[in-house]
């Protein structure tokens, strides 16, 4: 199994609490005969839409040596989840989930902004103490 961020049980718990359903922990996704790993799969029932939402979530800490190590290391294994699922669950939305503190410090900043803007990259913002779920930002 691979590691575990170290915000990966608050964020599923988090959702759990959110009424979210987690289908895989984590979720496989197969791309060109190679396995992938992201960190949750889940689903809620939307009863005002009657549909299934389904959600593909890479939690991130971002506590590395090099903060931009990360973010490029992020962007591309984010990019590999997404061709993956355009394949395998076209219906499934991938999120990268940050907590708040990580949103405050890191996310503010403009190659972070523009990172998440030119790759459209969903953004879940929660608050792991708390497990609440602060901002769904897509794009």
């Not at 294994?77 to 219906?91: G, M």
């Not at 499934?92 to 990259?121: C, D, G, M, T, W």
Request: proline share 3%.
């Amino acid at each position: 199994m691979s590691r575990r961020d170290s915000l990966h049980f608050a964020l599923r718990h988090t959702l759990e609490k959110d009424g979210w359903t987690i289908t895989d922990d984590p979720l496989i996704l197969v791309l060109e005969q190679t396995l992938l790993k992201a960190d949750l799969g889940a689903e809620k029932f939307l009863t005002a839409e009657k549909e299934n939402r389904k959600i593909a979530v890479e939690v991130k800490d971002f506590d590395a040596d090099s903060v931009i190590s990360e973010l490029e290391k992020t962007m591309g294994q984010i990019q590999l989840y997404q061709w993956a699922l355009d394949v395998q669950e076209p219906e499934r939305e991938l999120f990268l989930a940050v907590s708040q503190s990580v949103y405050i410090k890191h996310f503010q900043k403009p190659i972070f902004q523009l990172a998440i803007q030119r790759n459209k990259i969903n953004l879940l913002v929660y608050e792991p103490d708390q497990e609440a779920i602060l901002q769904w930002i897509t794009y």
